[in-house]
């Protein structure tokens, strides 16, 4: 009879995944407030750039500090497709779309990427599909439509900025599920910072409006931008990396629904926007569907629980019988 309970390494670092998750989530959601100020002053191609360069300077540096060499070659192809679909595309058709379209519409359309990631997580890796999993994703998406419907009319919309929005879904869903594999080689550090020097290079040729547009813009837009980079770009990828590497992209993708919820409470507390009744449903929304997707049912708690004897296979069972 084998004992199934974690062992202290195995807690420890399923508890360590869990916060890296967490402070993704935090610095991703506060990227909109960030976002909401250097975006009044760059464009949406200077102000990707700006940011993948300085997230790109900060994990270089990190990288060195480490004395981290070059992924290995089996890791590049994941890199180079998560650098261009997540950190490149992404960043430049999400600040687009935002700009033509009110905050709920994009809200709306953006958070269809976690439904995409468990959709191609389970076609192309072979991610379970549990219904715990299923359900916590569709109370979640229900409240971050319920968060989008509160937020629609805060200004127009355009169907190109739909498409954008959609685009930006579809190329973080592609980048997430390619980002998988590679982490199985490479380390979490390096996938991130060589995924940002490609997104880096992808956006090379809005150098010249990065230039023309930090020279006229306040500080304050040139501090965010610079934050963007470092906080939510540098630290936050790597953080999500280190989580992607010890569990599914399915349950990765669900974790993030709880960043609407952590939007509207930063949207309050840094922009004086103060959430309505539905918002703050749509908030509470998320954050149980987050708890219902990463639970474990009943089953696989007694499995994991101190002193727990797993249950003998048919066969083992009809072994003892004899």
Do not use: H
Request: charged share 10%; hydrophobic share 50%.
């Amino acid at each position: 009879m084998s004992n199934t309970s974690p062992s202290p390494p195995a807690r420890r670092a399923e508890l360590l995944a869990a916060g890296a998750a967490a402070v993704t989530v935090v610095l991703w959601a506060s990227a909109f407030v960030s976002i909401r100020s250097a975006g009044d002053a760059y464009s949406p191609g200077a102000l990707a750039l700006g940011r993948l360069l300085a997230g790109a300077l900060t994990l270089g540096v990190i990288c060195l500090l480490r004395r981290e060499g070059l992924p290995p070659r089996s890791a590049w192809r994941g890199i180079a497709i998560s650098g261009l679909l997540w950190f490149g595309f992404y960043m430049v058709a999400l600040n687009w779309g935002e700009q033509q379209v009110d905050a709920g519409t994009a809200a709306l359309v953006v958070n269809t990427g976690p439904i995409l990631i468990a959709l191609l997580g389970a076609r192309l890796l072979g991610d379970p599909m549990p219904p715990r999993l299923l359900a916590g994703m569709a109370v979640s998406f229900a409240g971050a439509v319920t968060v989008g419907l509160s937020m629609s009319g805060e200004g127009g919309s355009s169907v190109l900025g739909v498409v954008l929005c959609l685009l930006a879904a579809i190329a973080y869903a592609g980048g997430v599920v390619a980002q998988k594999p590679a982490l199985g080689t490479a380390s979490p550090l390096q996938v991130t910072t060589f995924g940002c020097l490609v997104g880096a290079v992808l956006c090379l040729p809005f150098a010249g409006q990065l230039v023309q547009e930090a020279a006229s813009a306040p500080a304050s837009a040139t501090l965010n931008m610079v934050y963007l980079g470092v906080f939510p770009t540098a630290l936050a990828f790597t953080t999500w990396a280190y989580a992607l590497s010890r569990t599914t992209a399915s349950k990765m993708g669900a974790t993030t629904y709880a960043a609407p919820a952590l939007v509207v409470l930063m949207s309050w507390l840094f922009l004086g926007e103060v959430p309505g009744v539905l918002t703050l449903v749509g908030g509470v929304l998320c954050l149980a569907g987050v708890a219902v997707s990463r639970s474990r049912s009943r089953a696989a708690a007694r499995a994991a629980a101190p002193g727990a004897v797993p249950e003998p296979r048919p066969e083992e069972a009809e072994d003892s019988a004899r």
